[in-house]
């Protein structure tokens, strides 16, 4: 477009020098034919810059356009409403009125089609007898009059670049950023399901299992435990010579103490991971009756419980209830014991005699002491157990590795310094094993014992126990595992969400994008039907709508 040049036309129009100058008059003594002709040229050539958002104000200051347009522009229209219902068949006209909006110039074209279809209703002095054809002269002359059609295009112009394209520039613009965001999220998403999956099966690494059967799995590793335990148990057996330095130690300072280091590991350093039986009593058992595991519990379903039948079985359940309130035969009604004299005394009864209390002091005792009259031999509850499994010792055996850890780092700092004349002459009436040992040995005897250690207090030792402890610690294990496999299927799933939506806002932009393409062809198509116009009214001068880049 033209710019904005020193002698070009503003907003208010055109330069009228001829209206407002003082025109060539016949006693001018400087007045040239040749000059005023070549004025006249650059005058026509001068362009018409108008601000398209004040077209419309441009029309009507001008007296182009009555200032009551809307109006006949709203008549006009209701004639086409009325005029497109009854069309010919053709091609052309059809594609006019596809999903356009039909103005002046869509009228004239419909007019010449029309005097091709209906010629032969032409009569003699050049008029149609055809109504389609009378319909849309009308429509014609009602846009042509007063120049209705030109101030309809302007609105129409305005509309389509101040409205319309901003619009659809705006939903193209957040159908990107949606896209963006999801495909944003969406990569979040994978990582996180990526993160949680890494997470599930490095705690299934911790637990020592594959994740495939988490509780199955689970209750595997429970039952080869005690294999473990030994394992754990036998590595005790190569700590007999640092046993053995540290209780010369202690009775060497503490000047001959009978005393034993470190019981529980000398034992298991001689025995190995023997029963409670074992331990406690010095013999090996003849016979072990290891109690069972509460699998049972663990692996019943919710669809496998039997809730019974209240309303079926209400009549029978005082008969088959015994509460052992009462150690008298039972009754057919129940005996709730609460006040057993008075019954007595109403009955005209006594009570329990001497042999019958002692028959129920005698059963007493066998309920409470049943677990400790065990056979001779024979390792029963609690003493079936092996010595890591109970929670007792195996803290007073990890309790000794440290203190026999502690004394053997504290025995190398000692050797690791200059040694003076106190500490030479305290150790020359020492024991050969405290004389002979050297730095070296003594750091073998530490990792060993760190090893040691380290395999009872390790992660997986640690849940290992607590489900040996409580069986219903596997389920939540299980529980928590499961969990956090459920968490990345949850966003996986989002994930797969923010691609539907991101496959959404691409489907709506290469919607919106043809109807864009579309209304700018035909906003410029505007455009210059309106420069045409307004040019051909100021004698062919260039006009130039401005604010109107496309």
Same mark, same amino acid.
């Given at each position: 477009m ?5 002698n ?35 005058h ?10 004040k ?9 182009h ?17 009325v ?35 209906e ?8 008029r149609?007898s055809?109504?389609?054809m ?22 129409l112009?305005?509309?389509?670049i ?17 896209q ?38 689970l ?9 473990q ?5 036998a ?12 209780q ?14 470190v019981p ?8 190995g ?7 406690r ?9 290891r ?5 049972a ?6 669809e ?31 005996d ?10 109403e ?5 329990l ?5 002692s ?11 049943a677990?400790? =009259?065990?056979? *001779?031999?024979? %390792?029963?509850?609690?003493?079936? $157990?092996s #010595? /890591?499994e109970?929670?007792?010792t195996?803290? +007073? ?11 053997l780092?504290?025995?190398?700092v000692?050797?690791?310094e ?6 030479v ?5 020492a ?21 040691l ?9 640690q ?6 402890a409580s069986?219903?610690y596997?389920?939540?294990v ?7 496999l ?15 939506k991101?496959? =959404?806002?691409? *489907?709506?932009? %290469?919607?919106?994008?043809?109807? $864009?393409? #579309? /209304?700018m ?5 505007? +455009? ?15 006009v130039?709508?401005m604010?109107?880049?496309?």
């Amino acid at each position: 477009m033209a710019a904005v040049g020193k002698n070009s036309g503003t907003l208010g129009g055109e330069k009228r020098s001829t209206e407002r100058g003082r025109g060539p008059q016949s006693g001018d003594a400087f007045f040239w034919l040749p000059d005023a002709v070549e004025t006249m040229q650059d005058h026509q050539n001068l362009p018409i810059d108008i601000q398209t958002s004040k077209l419309l104000d441009w029309l009507v200051d001008r007296r182009h356009c009555n200032l009551k347009w809307q109006g006949q522009v709203r008549t006009v229209r209701e004639k086409i409403a009325v005029a497109i219902r009854d069309m010919p068949e053709n091609e052309e006209i059809k594609r006019l009125l596809a999903g356009s909006y039909i103005h002046y110039f869509h009228c004239l074209r419909i007019v010449e089609i029309l005097r091709g279809t209906e010629a032969s209703t032409k009569n003699i002095f050049g008029r149609y007898s055809s109504q389609r054809m009378k319909d849309w002269q009308e429509i014609v002359s009602l846009y042509e009059k007063d120049n209705t059609y030109l101030v309809e295009l302007a609105s129409l112009l305005v509309r389509n670049i101040s409205y319309e394209i901003p619009s659809l520039k705006k939903q193209i613009s957040k159908c990107q950023q949606l896209q963006q965001e999801h495909s944003r999220k969406e990569e979040e998403y994978q990582l996180a399901a990526a993160e949680m999956r890494e997470r599930f099966y490095s705690s299934c690494k911790q637990y020592g299992i594959m994740g495939d059967d988490v509780r199955r799995e689970l209750l595997a590793l429970v039952k080869d435990f005690p294999s473990q335990l030994d394992k754990i148990g036998a590595g005790a057996r190569g700590l007999s010579e640092a046993i053995d330095l540290y209780q010369a130690c202690v009775q060497f300072v503490c000047e001959s103490s009978t005393e034993q280091v470190v019981p529980l590991l000398r034992h298991m350093q001689a025995r190995g991971n023997t029963t409670i039986y074992e331990w406690r009593r010095g013999v090996e058992p003849t016979s072990v009756e290891r109690p069972e595991m509460e699998e049972a519990k663990e692996s019943v379903e919710p669809e496998a419980i039997d809730w019974g039948d209240f309303g079926a079985e209400s009549a029978s359940v005082p008969e088959m209830v015994d509460y052992g309130i009462s150690v008298e035969e039972p009754s057919e009604e129940i005996d709730w014991g609460i006040s057993l004299e008075s019954n007595a005394q109403e009955n005209g009864t006594t009570s329990l005699d001497e042999g019958d209390k002692s028959v129920a002091a005698t059963a007493q005792i066998v309920v409470l002491d049943a677990g400790s =009259e065990v056979p *001779e031999g024979i %390792a029963r509850g609690p003493d079936a $157990l092996s #010595l /890591l499994e109970t929670p007792e010792t195996r803290n +007073q055996f990890i309790d000794e590795l440290m203190e026999l850890e502690i004394f053997l780092s504290q025995r190398i700092v000692e050797m690791s310094e200059e040694a003076d004349i106190l500490s030479v002459s305290q150790f020359q009436l020492a024991p050969p094993i405290l004389q002979d040992q050297t730095k070296e040995k003594l750091e073998a005897m530490v990792a060993a014992l760190q090893d040691l250690v380290g395999r009872m207090t390790s992660l997986r030792m640690q849940h290992l126990f607590m489900i040996l402890a409580s069986p219903r610690y596997v389920d939540r294990v299980t529980e928590l595992l499961r969990q956090k496999l459920k968490q990345a299927d949850l966003l996986l799933l989002k994930k797969d969400l923010m691609i539907q939506k991101r496959q =959404e806002a691409l *489907e709506e932009q %290469a919607a919106l994008e043809p109807k $864009l393409d #579309l /209304l700018m062809q035909k906003t410029k198509e505007l +455009q210059k039907l309106i420069e045409a116009d307004v040019s051909k009214r100021y004698s062919g001068r260039p006009v130039n709508l401005m604010g109107a880049s496309l």
